[in-house]
């Protein structure tokens, strides 16, 4: 069965970049079958997809794209994600997903969540 986690800071301060890890165990990343994603939830609002990646290419959210970055290292079973110039409004929990690439059907397996607050 795949399982996703997401791992990182829980607190960054305003200005710092946001990196986090997601580690995905029982199916390798490195497919085109699917599309490998990072979703927030900020306080009060609903889910927001910031990007995803698969073995060609990256996609993100145009409200973002200048501040994020998702990549992954094969050997590891990880993708990330990094967040630059954060500032309080990218407060949320950050989920990592996977979605069955050309299928809108949205993300079949998802991370449990990683709350990360922007603080000074």
């Known amino acids: 069965q795949v399982q996703l986690q997401e791992s990182g800071p829980g607190l960054v301060k305003p200005s710092q970049t946001l990196s986090l890890t997601c580690t995905v165990s029982?199916?390798?990343?490195?497919?085109?079958?699917?599309?490998w994603n990072w979703i927030r939830q900020p306080p009060g609002k609903g889910m927001e997809w910031m990007g995803d990646?698969?073995?060609?290419?990256?996609y993100y959210m145009p409200a973002l794209k200048s501040r994020t970055s998702i990549s992954w290292d094969a050997s590891k079973n990880q993708f990330y994600l990094q967040l630059t110039s954060v500032t309080p409004d990218d407060t949320a929990v950050y989920y990592c997903?996977?979605?069955?690439?050309?299928?809108?059907?949205?993300?079949?397996?998802w991370g449990q969540g990683t709350q990360v607050t922007v603080s000074s």
């Open positions: 029982g199916g390798s990343i490195t497919t085109d079958s699917y599309t």
């Open positions: 990646i698969t073995y060609d290419r990256t």
């Open positions: 997903a996977r979605k069955v690439a050309g299928v809108d059907n949205g993300m079949d397996y």
